[in-house]
């Protein structure tokens, strides 16, 4: 059974620092993307930043230089270290991993799967 276990979540004021991991277990063949997705109050949900197996990242622009994304391939967790924490960064955050699966027919197919979210708030 697939599980997303998720962390880190919380309060922050503005400039502040949290850091969210999500350790994948159960039934994966072979993960690919990790990643972080969003979601604030009546927005709809947002790529944060995502890192394939051989450690090529991807950020949304309001995070560059302040969010890192990494893994461990070896304990299939993937971690978001956010920096300089705004008040628009406050939203549920969502842990995101894409399996592959081979099929019959030689080829692959991709299933996505999402973690429970955690709450990040940033206010003073």
């Known amino acids: 059974q697939v599980q997303l276990a998720e962390s880190g979540g919380g309060l922050d004021r503005p400039g502040g620092s949290l850091t969210l991991s999500c350790a994948a277990s159960g039934g994966f063949f072979s993960i690919t993307v990790m990643g972080w997705y969003r979601q604030a109050p009546g927005k709809q949900r947002e790529l944060v930043a995502t890192v394939s197996t051989g450690g090529s990242t991807n950020y949304t622009y309001s995070v560059l230089g302040r969010f890192t994304i990494s893994r461990d391939n070896a304990k299939n967790t993937v971690f978001l270290q956010m920096n300089s924490l705004k008040p628009e960064d406050t939203a549920v955050y969502y842990c995101?991993?894409?399996?592959?699966?081979?099929?019959?027919?030689?080829?692959?197919?991709?299933?996505?799967?999402w973690g429970q979210g955690t709450q990040v708030t940033v206010s003073s």
């Open positions: 995101y991993v894409r399996d592959r699966s081979p099929n019959s027919r030689g080829s692959y197919y991709y299933t996505n799967y």
